[in-house]
């Protein structure tokens, strides 16, 4: 029966409701998503500009306090009076006090949140004015620093250096620091990161974030906030300072960004997901109610079409157009089987007819050869095979006689030919080798009756060698293909092969037509009896052996539908 795709995917009306579907509500959903998303991006956003603008406010207002310390220091190294003993290398202890009591009277009068330092890398004169937050470690740590950064510098001494602010990371702290030099001579100053972004803190609490501190080198600090906070989920924002050599980027978790618009995204998405489950429990109820039921009535249709009359279908519960069209359908498939059945039944006696007609063509063939040979041994007074050959074609006639059914066990079929074979054997002087490759699971399997006989009766017509002794192998063993289970039959022989043009005829796969004259007709014969019997589900092939004679392929299937009237 020719398969055909589901009607599920080939439904016409299907192809609407889902295209209707699938129009309406992907755009919506499009549309939801997108909205969503630029919801979310547009609040990033104004969230960043926001906290950006703000940083940058107060990232100012330290850069103007840093600028203050900056001139301060540069106006001192300017004027070398405050060390020009120190510099010419004369031992001046009160310029030493000067200097510490202006960087005092400095940080007491503007700021405590600085530690400026004086230092000469020629006679190693370091002044150091700590700021009173420093611990004596740190105090010795910045001295130490002070010493290695002064002496690896190498600036030209016609002109002032300033550095400007950078970030550095000590031990125990992070500070900023400021590093001027003239004609060898180095002050600068340096400011805890802590105390310098004090003001910091209230915005880093606010955003449940974290401020970190870096420089160009890609080093960095934590100052405030969250310090196990997940960086990837969160907004980066950084400022750089306009006028120094460092950067401040403050982390704000993405979910306190959106804050409340997260729930009013579920609850739209919620919305929208309940929305399409209404829409497609709808589209669903539509196709099993309505589409569904002429869908099964039309698949019923090519079943029918395909010879399938058994396909009643059930009658639905809604009680409606639908169930009567179904109940109607089920009467007239009935009718429509009834009839069918009565066409095929007179159509199956005029092929058993036939079948009997073909079948006893074929056995005439053996008469005739079996008389001659009686009357050929009896001429030749050889009585005791005259009584061998006649208990052997006792049994050859029992067989024919008994043989009303179309098909046999392969065991009788088996036993037949052996007896041909005794027969053939007297008649040629036991000139005649034949071999039996059979599998124990072939002999129960089922064939035509007399179509073994017939290939092995055609070797003697049209095979016979009269140079080589006769040679004959018949095998049959059992072969499943594609869920299939066959009898696999080969005739063999050594004898003269088929001819160029009985091999061209016989290959074809159409029933020759019977002529005058003609060769082979008992396979001709054969052929039109498989063919009735399996329609196109048999294999018979003929080909010749490379070693020379001829050689017969048959494939049975044994199905049981192929096994009425089997004896």
Excluded at 49 to 56: I, M, P, W
Excluded at 245 to 266: E, K, M, N
Excluded at 271 to 292: E, G
Excluded at 471 to 488: E, H, M, N, R
Aim: charged share 20%; with cysteine; proline share 3%.
């Amino acid at each position: 029966m020719k398969k055909h795709k589901s009607l599920f995917f080939k439904s016409a009306t299907k192809k609407r409701l889902l295209w209707v579907y699938l129009v309406t509500s992907i755009p919506l959903l499009v549309c939801i998503l997108l909205g969503s998303e630029y919801g979310k991006r547009l609040l990033r956003q104004q969230s960043i500009q926001y906290n950006h603008n703000t940083l940058s406010l107060q990232l100012a207002t330290v850069d103007t306090s840093l600028d203050h310390i900056s001139n301060y220091l540069a106006s001192f190294l300017l004027d070398e009076n405050n060390y020009h003993g120190l510099q010419s290398g004369e031992d001046a202890p009160d310029e030493q006090r000067a200097i510490l009591a202006d960087f005092t009277d400095y940080l007491d009068t503007y700021t405590s949140t600085a530690s400026l330092f004086f230092y000469i890398p020629d006679q190693d004169i370091l002044i150091f004015q700590s700021a009173n937050y420093d611990s004596y470690p740190e105090r010795m740590e910045m001295r130490q620093y002070i010493r290695q950064a002064c002496l690896s510098r190498t600036f030209p001494v016609t002109k002032p250096q300033i550095s400007g602010w950078t970030f550095l990371r000590m031990t125990q702290k992070s500070y900023l620091i400021d590093l001027m030099e003239y004609k060898n001579v180095y002050v600068g100053a340096f400011a805890s990161s802590e105390y310098v972004f004090e003001d910091f803190r209230d915005l880093t609490a606010s955003t449940h974030g974290a401020l970190i501190l870096s420089n160009q080198d890609a080093g960095e600090d934590f100052l405030y906030g969250a310090k196990e906070l997940d960086r990837s989920r969160c907004v980066k924002i950084p400022v750089d300072s306009a006028r120094n050599h460092y950067r401040i980027i403050l982390y704000i978790p993405t979910a306190y960004v959106l804050g409340a618009f997260s729930w009013f995204q579920y609850a739209i998405l919620i919305i929208a997901l309940v929305s399409f489950s209404f829409v497609t429990s709808m589209l669903i109820i539509t196709w099993r109610q309505m589409v569904s039921p002429v869908l099964r009535i039309i698949e019923a249709m090519e079943a029918v079409d395909q010879g399938d009359f058994n396909c009643h279908l059930p009658i639905p519960d809604t009680h409606d157009e639908f169930a009567e069209l179904t109940e109607t359908f089920n009467y007239m498939i009935g009718q429509i089987h009834d009839l069918k059945l009565q066409i095929y039944e007179e159509k199956l006696n005029q092929a058993y007819a036939e079948l009997q007609y073909l079948t006893l063509q074929i056995k005439p063939h053996f008469f005739l050869n079996c008389l001659n040979l009686i009357y050929s041994l009896g001429l030749s007074g050889r009585s005791e095979l005259v009584v061998d050959f006649s208990s052997t074609l006792m049994k050859y006639f029992r067989y024919l006689f008994k043989s009303s059914d179309s098909m046999v066990v392969l065991s009788e079929e088996l036993k037949h030919v052996q007896n041909y074979l005794h027969i053939q054997q007297i008649r040629f002087q036991n000139d005649l080798d034949a071999a039996f490759n059979i599998d124990p699971q072939a002999e129960k399997m089922h064939i035509p009756v007399l179509t073994l006989h017939t290939f092995v009766e055609n070797i003697f017509k049209h095979g016979c060698s009269d140079s080589a002794k006769m040679q004959i192998v018949i095998s049959a063993a059992p072969l499943i293909k594609d869920g299939t289970t066959y009898l696999s039959l080969a005739i063999e022989d050594n004898g003269t092969g088929f001819s160029k043009e009985a091999l061209e005829t016989l290959s074809r796969p159409e029933v020759p037509s019977q002529k005058a004259g003609e060769k082979h007709i008992g396979i001709r014969n054969v052929r039109q009896r498989l063919s009735y019997i399996y329609g196109s589900n048999y294999v018979l092939r003929f080909e010749n052996r490379s070693q020379g004679g001829a050689k017969i392929n048959l494939l049975l299937p044994q199905n049981d539908k192929f096994h009425v009237g089997s004896a």
